[in-house]
């Protein structure tokens, strides 16, 4: 399959956590078009789970404008790693410290427009500890059995779609959710 063909580009907008770019393009088909990209730091984003309930952040989110239901997930700092950054945004959002974490592989959340993947993990032999707060976010713990969130990522009572994608995933290992194959 041919590839998108970058022509130009040129920054539209930036802050210290994302970057906006405009860029010249050739579609794989070879006709001419514009696309505008997210350029953020890579992304980790971590289940919680604790003694039969898993630990979320439910906070307000600015394109939403509504409090969404997800697990903690945030951008790496210059040079650290995906574990690294996975136990700092744990221990800053929810205040929560683990013996146990495992990769639940990568994704995309929009990759039309985003850059970067995120790498997601599990965490699990929970200590809770108190949250480095960010002063410019509104974090608050919500605990859910393990069941219900799973259903609510199914029903859409949760609808991030990292928290959706990192439920059905940990549903599929941990037996919760199988998988019907005609």
Not at 10 to 26: D, G, L, T, W
Not at 127 to 145: I, K, Q, T
Request: net charge negative.
């Amino acid at each position: 399959m041919k590839s998108y063909e970058r022509l130009s580009s040129r920054e539209v907008y930036s802050n210290p956590y994302i970057r906006v770019e405009a860029h010249e393009v050739r579609h794989p088909n070879g006709k001419p078009g514009e696309y505008a990209l997210l350029i953020s730091p890579p992304a980790s984003a971590v289940i919680v789970a604790d003694g039969g309930d898993l630990l979320f952040a439910r906070q307000p989110r600015f394109g939403a404008q509504a409090e969404v239901i997800e697990i903690v997930k945030g951008g790496a700092c210059e040079g650290e790693e995906p574990l690294a950054c996975a136990q700092r945004e744990a221990r800053e959002e929810l205040g929560i410290e683990a013996a146990h974490w495992e990769p639940l592989g990568q994704l995309y959340e929009i990759p039309s427009l985003v850059d970067s993947p995120v790498q997601l993990f599990l965490a699990h032999g929970v200590e809770h500890v108190d949250p480095e707060e960010d002063a410019l976010e509104s974090v608050e713990l919500l605990r859910v059995p393990e069941d219900v969130a799973i259903q609510g990522a199914l029903n859409g009572q949760i609808n991030d779609a990292v928290t959706v994608a990192a439920l059905l995933r940990y549903g599929l290992r941990s037996g919760r959710l199988r998988l019907s194959v005609p």
